[in-house]
């Protein structure tokens, strides 16, 4: 083997080893900074419930997340920045959970009732709520924060929504096409159950599983053997 080869063989071993050297280092620093960037968006779901978005401070977003306020800043632009990433973090799962669901081939009504438990046990029964009734506040008052919620979440359950009832209004299971025209009229009663629990089910609990079983009895009918 010539003395070239030899060489370029073991400049090629030692840059091999320098990067593993550097993967095995990068691995552990990796780690703390996920970890450290789960604890800011933690505690930024903490602070923003019991402040809302106007009145939070990234000071004390630090402070529950037991960091130095720059480093919030090695994650996250600034504070619109941070209540993005936490409508995705925490919307994100369930929007494409609801939309798998939708794609499935089975009866309107069927379908209906089993987004009916996604909504109860994934959101109202989460915190996830409490997201949504932060954008429904204040999303008025910052605009790119509602546009950004609109897009990332509301805009792709509207589309899927849309879809599911066409195919029922296509399977004569929906009469007429003012559900697929206005997708929203399915979602209405989980933004008034989210807005309801949060402002007078103190005075008059509501029953949300029902509740919005009862609006399936408006838009598909009754089933027989209710």
């Known amino acids: 083997m010539g003395k070239s080869v030899r060489q ?12 593993e050297a550097a993967r095995s280092q990068d691995g552990p620093r990796a780690q703390k900074s996920s970890a450290r960037r789960e604890a800011i968006l933690n505690a930024a779901f ?20 037991g960091v130095a306020k720059g480093t919030i ?3 996250f632009e600034d504070k619109e920045a941070l209540f ?10 369930f929007v494409g959970t609801l939309e798998a669901t939708l794609k499935a081939d089975v009866p309107a009504r069927i379908m209906a009732e089993q987004v009916v438990e996604l909504f109860v046990t994934q959101v109202y029964g989460t915190r996830r709520k409490e997201v949504i ?53 399915m979602g209405a009663p989980a933004i008034v159950a989210i807005l309801w629990g949060g402002l007078f089910d103190r005075f008059e609990p509501l029953d949300v599983r029902a509740f919005m ?12 053997c209710a």
């Open 8 to 19: 370029t063989r073991v400049r090629g071993e030692a840059g091999r080893g320098h990067a």
């Open 46 to 65: 903490d602070e923003f419930s019991a402040q809302g978005f106007a009145a939070a401070r990234l000071d004390d977003v630090a402070r529950r997340a």
């Open 73 to 75: 800043y090695l994650h």
């Open 84 to 93: 993005q990433e936490l409508i995705r973090s925490v919307l994100a799962p």
């Open 133 to 185: 009734r932060l954008i429904i506040s204040e999303g008025s008052r910052f605009p790119h924060v509602a546009e950004f919620y609109y897009r990332e979440v509301l805009s792709r359950i509207m589309a899927a929504v849309r879809e599911w009832m066409r195919r029922a209004v296509e399977r004569g299971e929906v009469k007429g096409d003012a559900v697929v025209r206005f997708p929203q009229l």
């Open 213 to 224: 079983h009862a609006h399936l009895d408006l838009v598909f009918g009754r089933p027989p």
